[in-house]
Nanobody
Framework: VQLQASGGGLVQAGGSLRLSCAARGRTDSLYATAWFRQTPGKERELVTGIRWMDYSTYYINDVKGRFTISGDNAKTTVYLQMSSLKPEDTAVYYC????????????????WGQGTQVTVSS
């Protein structure tokens, strides 16, 4: 499975952005797709994820009520709608997909897209 992330950019605090993650290949094998983010010197952290069996979702507390993850039935595209953005949301955002679960650790994911930079100015 190949993942391609897009949609990052520069936005003012309070603004919105939508990230996309396009998947190609054996998407039927995927259990979950997630978005991680990383800032310099810090570990890559899970932001949100979606389980394909029931479309249940998970969000870290920092983004609850501001970010929404969604995806299509074919698991080929996952969106991350980000609203009420804050400067602390500035990071490189990565999409990741796994065949066995929705996990918090990057090492447990099988496929990764390249990162897309999100910068929120104050």
């Amino acid at each position: 499975v190949q993942l391609q992330a897009s949609g990052g950019g520069l936005v003012q605090a309070g603004g919105s952005l939508r990230l996309s993650c396009a998947a190609r290949g054996r998407t039927d094998s995927l259990y979950a797709t997630a978005w991680f983010r990383q800032t310099p010197g810090k570990e890559r952290e899970l932001v949100t994820g979606i389980r394909w069996m029931d479309y249940s979702t998970y969000y870290i507390n920092d983004v609850k009520g501001r970010f929404t993850i969604s995806g299509d039935n074919a698991k080929t595209t996952v969106y991350l709608q980000m609203s009420s953005l804050k400067p602390e949301d500035t990071a490189v955002y990565y999409c990741a997909a796994g065949r066995t679960g929705l996990y918090s650790l990057p090492k447990d994911y099988d496929y990764w897209g390249q990162g897309t930079q999100v910068t929120v100015s104050s």
